[in-house]
Nanobody, 127 residues
Framework: QVQLVESGGGLVQAGGSLRLSCVAS????????MAWFRQAPGKEREFVAS????????YYADSVKDRFTIFGDNAKNTVYLQMNSLKPEDTADYYC????????????????????WGKGALVTVSP
């Protein structure tokens, strides 16, 4: 059992930045992959970024590559999503999620690959 709590969402102007945080509690995440997904109104939930809890290779959706950075602080049980050069099309609910590697998956992760989800954090980017 894992609980994930996102924070840091809000309203920003295009070109601005936000940093989302996801605090994890419960089961150990030593073998887990942490990820961020987002879902815009009327659209499917889509992969944004991922990184192993212990660190390693990161993956990004093409739409956010070179603008977003995923990183973690294990001492704080927290994974972050630094979002720079935000665009109106980045407006969405952003969800933290974890995959425990109990089954074989391939990057980029899909919604069905994830074992636990946070409640989401709303990011709104005004033009």
């Amino acid at each position: 059992q894992v609980q994930l709590v996102e924070s840091g969402g809000g309203l920003v102007q295009a070109g601005g930045s936000l940093r989302l945080s996801c605090v994890a509690s419960g089961s150990t995440l030593s073998r887990a992959i942490m990820a961020w997904f987002r879902q815009a109104p009327g659209k499917e939930r889509e992969f944004v970024a991922s990184v192993p809890w212990i660190g390693g290779r990161t993956y990004y959706a093409d739409s956010v590559k070179d603008r977003f950075t995923i990183f973690g602080d294990n001492a704080k049980n927290t994974v972050y999503l630094q979002m720079n050069s935000l665009k109106p099309e980045d407006t969405a609910d952003y969800y933290c999620a974890v995959h425990f590697r109990l089954r074989v998956v391939a990057e980029p992760l899909k919604v069905g690959d994830m074992d636990y989800w946070g409640k989401g954090a709303l990011v709104t980017v005004s033009p």
